[in-house]
C-alpha cells in the first residue's frame, strides 16, 4: 500500500546522542515535512522541503537538521538531544507544496 | 497563530450526522479551508477541502457560508471510528499547515 513509513516506531535516547528519524514515501510527492506534537501545544513545523534538493525551515526548527537528496526520503537529525526534544514526531508528504498533506503515523521518542 | 475558533469538544450519537463548526473570520480570497482529523496516536488524515463552493466527498462534506467567514464539516452517519479530533484549518497557497488545537469529537454508542 503506497504511503509514508516512519522508522523507527518508538525509541528511548539518552541526552547528548545523535538520532536520524527516518521518512520514506512512495508516493512520488514533491513536498515534505516534519512535523513535532506535543500536549497542550499541537502540531508544530520542525523543517519542510517544497522538491528534493531543497530545504526549508518551519516553526520550530533549533536543534534538528534534514536533508532531501532524493525525492522519497527526509530523515530529520537530532545532533545533540536533549529532554525537550522528547515528543511525537510525524513525517507528511504532498503532491505539491499547494496539496493536501499525508501524514505518516509517527515516531515517538523519549529523550532521558 | 491559527487562523480558526473551534469548539473544543462536542459529542455525537452513532448514526447520526456530526456537524462540527468552524471560525474563520479573518479569511482572505486565496485561502481555503482544510479540515483534518487525528484518530489518537495515529498521524493526522486529510478529510476534505474547498475554497468557496461546498464539498462532498467519500467522507465529508463541507459547507462554506457564503462570507466565507465560517463553515462546517458534515459526518453524514457518524461510528465509533468517526471520535478524533477534528483540525479545521486555513491555508493560502502554498503556506505551510498550522494547526490549531481542534474539537475533540465522541461519538458515542
Known amino acids: 500500500i503506497a504511503g509514508i513509513t516512519q522508522a523507527p516506531t518508538s525509541q528511548i535516547l539518552a541526552a547528548g546522542r545523535r538520532m536520524t528519524l527516518r521518512c520514506t514515501q512512495d508516493m512520488r510527492h514533491n513536498a515534505m515535512y516534519w512535523y513535532r506534537q506535543d500536549l497542550g501545544l499541537g502540531l508544530r513545523l520542525i523543517h519542510y522541503?517544497?522538491?528534493?534538493?531543497?530545504?526549508g525551515k518551519g516553526e520550530v526548527p533549533d536543534g534538528y537538521s534534514v536533508s532531501r537528496a532524493n525525492t522519497d526520503d527526509f530523515p530529520l537529525t537530532l545532533a545533540s538531544a536533549v529532554p525537550s526534544q522528547t515528543s511525537v514526531y510525524f513525517c507528511?508528504?504532498?503532491?505539491?507544496?499547494?496539496?493536501?498533506?499525508?501524514f505518516g503515523n509517527g515516531t515517538r521518542l523519549t529523550v532521558t | 497563530d491559527a487562523k480558526t475558533t473551534q469548539p473544543p469538544s462536542m459529542d455525537c450519537a452513532e448514526g447520526r450526522a456530526a456537524n462540527l463548526p468552524c471560525n474563520h473570520s479573518t479569511i482572505s480570497g486565496n485561502e481555503y479551508v482544510y479540515w483534518y482529523r487525528q484518530i489518537h496516536s495515529q498521524g493526522p488524515q486529510y478529510i476534505i477541502h474547498g475554497l468557496k463552493n461546498n464539498e462532498t466527498n467519500e467522507m465529508a462534506s463541507l459547507i462554506i457560508t457564503e462570507d466565507r467567514k465560517s463553515s462546517t464539516l458534515i459526518l453524514p452517519h457518524a461510528t465509533l471510528r468517526d471520535t478524533a479530533v477534528y483540525y479545521c484549518i486555513v491555508r493560502g497557497g502554498s503556506e505551510k499547515l498550522v494547526f490549531g488545537k481542534g474539537t475533540k469529537l465522541t461519538v458515542n454508542p
Open positions: 522541503s517544497n522538491t528534493a534538493g531543497t530545504t
Open positions: 507528511a508528504s504532498s503532491r505539491t507544496s499547494e496539496t493536501p498533506l499525508h
